[in-house]
């Protein structure tokens, strides 16, 4: 679980990040084994499990802190996907807006798989969307307004534009909050790195950071702890 912060420190969530130990291989990427999953079509039992957990952890955290669950195209259209959500939901009791959905715009590509139709369904569940990685693929403006997306990702390459001066790299953040501000929409900041970095991005009307700067990926445990501390500095101390 990696933290996602607001632009003035608060935790506002989580994203659930898959991880694979494996006796013989040790630590396997995501990056490595979620297309093998795909291929395999092990992606439909495991992303149900990763809704699970992920709802059944989020549910300890303070109320308004959310989780965010990546989603591949390939689960998107698979048949079992919105029934896997509410089971996640009325399993854990999770309160739906606290559900994020996290989709890269590949799955507009897959359109004839009725990927739309999914997100709409998931979006009547009151779950939000968050469109990840922008700027990365085709960028299309009208992928955004189909989607109703709550929050758009900035991708890191963009982030670590910015701290260079690179001009388009500016422009380009700049141009996306600006669309997103006026389609009453959230941005986030992937791959936050320094104070630098989220000076930067923050002046430039990022709502929301994510990076190691914030905090690594770190096993749930961890994430608990953050608010166990937290908690404890508000509690009033009895002597
Ligand atoms: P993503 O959704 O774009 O996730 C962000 C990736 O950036 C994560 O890599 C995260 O560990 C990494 N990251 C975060 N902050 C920083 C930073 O400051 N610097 C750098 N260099 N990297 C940072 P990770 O965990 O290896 O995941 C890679 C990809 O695997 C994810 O990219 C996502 O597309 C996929 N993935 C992970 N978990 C799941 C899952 O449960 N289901 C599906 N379908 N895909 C997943
Ligand atoms: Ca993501
Ligand atoms: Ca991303």
């Given amino acids: 679980y990696q933290p996602v912060v607001s632009a003035d420190g608060q935790i506002d969530g989580f ?8 006796k013989k291989l040790g630590n396997v990427s995501p990056v490595k084994f979620i297309p093998v999953a795909e291929d395999t079509r092990l992606i439909g039992p495991i992303g149900e499990w990763v809704l699970q957990s992920a709802c059944r952890e989020a549910v300890n955290w303070p109320e308004s802190t959310k989780v965010a669950v990546n989603v591949s195209a390939e689960q ?4 079992g996907f919105i029934g896997a959500v509410v089971k996640a939901l009325s399993h854990s009791g999770l309160t739906p807006s606290r559900l994020e959905i996290e989709v890269t715009e590949s799955v507009f590509l897959r359109e004839v798989s009725g990927a739309m139709a999914t997100l709409d369904q998931v979006r ?6 968050v469109l990840d990685d922008f ?3 085709y960028s299309s403006l009208g992928y955004l307004r189909m989607g109703q997306f709550a929050t758009i990702k900035v991708d890191r390459s963009f982030v670590q534009g910015a701290l260079k001066g690179n001009r388009e790299s500016i422009a380009i953040i700049r141009a996306v909050v600006a669309l997103a501000d006026s389609l009453e929409m959230s941005t986030t900041a992937e791959g936050v790195e320094s104070q630098e970095e989220a000076n930067a991005i923050i002046a430039l009307g990022c709502k929301k950071l994510q990076g190691y700067h914030f905090g690594r990926p770190m096993p749930a445990s961890d994430a608990r702890a953050i608010f166990a501390k937290t908690l404890d500095l508000r509690a009033p101390k009895v002597a």
């Fill in 135 to 137: 700027g990365t693929g």
């Fill in 15 to 22: 994203e659930a990040l898959l991880r694979w130990t494996n």
């Fill in 124 to 129: 009547a569940l009151g779950v939000k969307l």
């Fill in 76 to 79: 998107l259209s698979s048949p």
